[in-house]
Structure formats: structure tokens, C-alpha cells
Nanobody, 116 residues
Framework: QVQLVESGGGLVQAGGSLRLSCAAS????????MGWFRQAPGKERTFVAA????????NYGDSVKGRFTISRDNAKNTVYLQMNSLKPEDTALYFC?????????WGRGSQVTVSS
């Protein structure tokens, strides 16, 4: 019922910035928790960030704290991930998700590659 499409990924030099967007369709996701996971080749999918429906509470994975910021614009049915001070270790496929009442939905992913 909920479709998620990520955009904004690409190639960036170490120390640079990117902003990922995740646009939801099919229904309004203003009451959903939204967030991001990432997965590098040969590694487990790991938690990056999440934001509750109210926008007043956020959580981040330890490896991105202080560098990444998650936000949402419910009027646009969109969640964002601002990524600053990027490192080669951040290279991964980034997945957007939406969750409510133990039902979760996933996007197809957007590739972020950080060069040395």
C-alpha cells in the first residue's frame, strides 16, 4: 500500500555532503516512523537513522552520529537524510523504510559512493 522511492545518491569525495530523499506514495505516512538503513557489499544491513511521526524524536547509528541528520516534511510525504563529512566507510546502498503497527515498507535503495 505504501511505495517508497529514494533519490539523491551518487559519487562524492571524502569530506563532502549529500542529501537523500525518500518520497512516499499510496497513502499519507505522517503517522509512520520513517528511517534509513544501509548495506555495503558483503556486509549486514545496518541501522542509520529514524524519526518518529511527530518529528520530535530521532535516533542514529553510532557510526553516523554528529554527521548525519534525519528530517521529514509531512506536507510533502517525504523524509530526508542530510549526510555531511562523508567517509569512504559510508559507501553503501541506502534504503528508506516506513513503519507503523509492526508493518514495514521498504524502498529499492539509492547508492552512495564516497571516494578517498
Amino acid at each position: 500500500q505504501v511505495q517508497l522511492v529514494e533519490s539523491g545518491g551518487g559519487l562524492v569525495q571524502a569530506g563532502g555532503s549529500l542529501r537523500l530523499s525518500c518520497a512516499a506514495s499510496g497513502r499519507t505516512v505522517s503517522s509512520f516512523t520513517m528511517g534509513w538503513f544501509r548495506q555495503a557489499p558483503g556486509k549486514e544491513r545496518t541501522f542509520v537513522a529514524a524519526i518518529r511521526w511527530s518529528g520530535g524524536s530521532t535516533n542514529y547509528g553510532d557510526s553516523v552520529k554528529g554527521r548525519f541528520t534525519i528530517s521529514r516534511d509531512n506536507a510533502k510525504n517525504t523524509v530526508y537524510l542530510q549526510m555531511n563529512s562523508l567517509k569512504p566507510e559510508d559507501t553503501a546502498l541506502y534504503f528508506c523504510y516506513a513503519e507503523k503497527d509492526w508493518n514495514d515498507y521498504w524502498g529499492r535503495g539509492s547508492q552512495v559512493t564516497v571516494s578517498s
